[in-house]
Nanobody, 115 residues
Framework: QVQLVESGGGLVQSGGSLRLSCAASGSIFSIYTMGWYRQAPRKQRELVADITRNNSTNYVDSVKGRFTISRDNAKNTVYLQMNSLKPEDTAVYYC?????????WGQGTQVTVSS
């Protein structure tokens, strides 16, 4: 079992930056692929970025060059640095951990980008 707690969301102007954090507890953090997903109103949840246990990263095209995902296994934490934010980045951002058939979600944190 893994518990995930996100923090760092908020309101920012277009072009600004935010850093999301997700603290994990309850299992061996280092074995999990960690990811950030987002869901905007009336849209499906989508993968934003993920990072494997070997630190391979993957990003959705719309955030490439602007967002950076990283992990600190010693702190059981994954981060999402978001720069050059756009209004279309507005969504609830969810932390995810998965390994094999085990999937876990955080409660979500709101990110709002004003134009």
């Amino acid at each position: 079992q893994v518990q995930l707690v996100e923090s760092g969301g908020g309101l920012v102007q277009s072009g600004g930056s935010l850093r999301l954090s997700c603290a994990a507890s309850g299992s061996i953090f280092s074995i999990y692929t960690m990811g950030w997903y987002r869901q905007a109103p009336r849209k499906q949840r989508e993968l934003v970025a993920d990072i494997t246990r070997n630190n391979s990263t993957n990003y959705v095209d719309s955030v490439k060059g602007r967002f950076t995902i990283s992990r600190d296994n010693a702190k059981n934490t994954v981060y999402l640095q978001m720069n050059s934010l756009k209004p279309e980045d507005t969504a609830v951002y969810y932390c995810n951990a998965h390994f094999s058939t085990r999937w876990y979600w955080g409660q979500g944190t709101q990110v709002t980008v004003s134009s």
